[in-house]
């Protein structure tokens, strides 16, 4: 029977709870699942699915020193020209630099013990999330045991420097590459040979319904934003609070919900201050899924103001609840979100659009209502989990190839 071994630089992660959706949804089908993890999980565990997938998880970094050698003294014996070849692929699959060569060594260690690790759990093939490192260590652990090697690429970082350096080669040595939209498949085939393209199949992250909370009424009283992003540079945060500023002119009770947590957040609280709307705006912190729901679910409206994204998941969350959405239409939005149809869409870093559309929301209960509701059925159509790993379970089980 084929056990398909999945991959992460961090797993179980609070960022990645759609990864642990996914296994879970493959499982239901019947596919048997092992998980491995890069880096040990950082956080303590958020719920109880979360502890399980920590305690069924094996992890490459943390382990004694004699771990990895023992693994590399029996790779050397039981497969020596692989060992060796595995190797060079290390040596020459990386950015330039002398830097990137010592980074390249140490992802070969961690791929010899990865592979033993695979070998004892009796994985047949492997997948890895995201083309960043981790997914090179996977991407060396199946040359070594010739083992069938998969992807999924997400966003645009994938692309950037130095992933984006690494990337074609990856899609060439990969059996299939999963890209999460029609946006991330694109920009694969702009580094990829033609010849590859055929590889590069469209399977959505999805959203479970059966866990999202109660969906909640708009009540009377001051309009809720929420914004749910890691608070970093490229999520717009200082432009979302020059739009808030400018649309209090006009709504002046309405009220910003932040959850997250990033290298931003001293910044942005700082400027909240700055801009005289600190009363206004409630920094949540990293909350769990369970905690990150509900708080969309108490909100009125799902703003996102992003400069790059893939598709992102918190987006068909809120509107799987119901909830009108404004976004930027960048990378993958767009294939979900349709201005005016049940969303609005707004340039990215053009800040008196984005006000715009908050206030034309804040204003406008029944446009409210009409985008939300038919956000809800947009999801229901393409990006509830069953739906979305059907492409995945037709892959794994070579139907489309």
Known sequence: MTRIAYLASQYPAPSHTFIRREIAALRQAGLDIAT????????????????????????????????????????????????????????????????????????????????????????????????????????????????????????????????????????????????????????????????????????????????????QARADGPVKFVCAGRLSREKGHRGLFEAFMAMRKQVPDARLDLVGDGPLRAELGALASELGIDEAVRFHGPLSEAGTLAVIASADILVLPSFMEGLPLVIMEAMALGKPVISSGVAGIPELVRDTVNGLLVPPSHWHALAEAMVALASDRDICDRLGAVGRAAVMEEFTIDRAVRPLIALFSHENR
């Open 36 to 215: 491995f993890s890069i880096r040990p999980a950082g956080a303590q565990p958020a719920c109880e699915m979360e502890r399980a997938a920590r305690d069924e998880t094996q992890a490459v970094l943390g382990r004694s020193p004699f771990a990895y050698l023992a693994a590399l003294g029996a790779a050397m014996v039981s497969r020596p020209l692989r060992t060796a070849d595995t190797f060079r692929l290390a040596r020459r699959h990386r950015a330039p630099g002398l830097r990137a060569l010592v980074w390249a060594v140490f992802h070969f260690v961690e791929a010899v013990l990865l592979a033993r690790l695979l070998r004892r759990a009796g994985a047949t093939r492997l997948h890895s999330h995201f083309a960043n490192s981790g997914a090179t260590v996977g991407l060396l652990a199946a040359n070594l045991l010739d083992m069938p090697w998969s992807l999924t690429l997400h966003g645009v970082s994938e692309t950037d420097y130095p992933a984006g350096l690494l990337l074609a080669e990856k899609v060439a040595r990969a059996e299939f590459v999963a890209c999460a939209s029609w946006f991330m498949r694109a920009q694969a085939m702009r580094v990829a040979a033609p010849r590859d393209w055929r590889k590069l199949q469209i399977v959505r992250c999805g959203v479970d319904i059966a866990a999202m909370p109660a969906v």
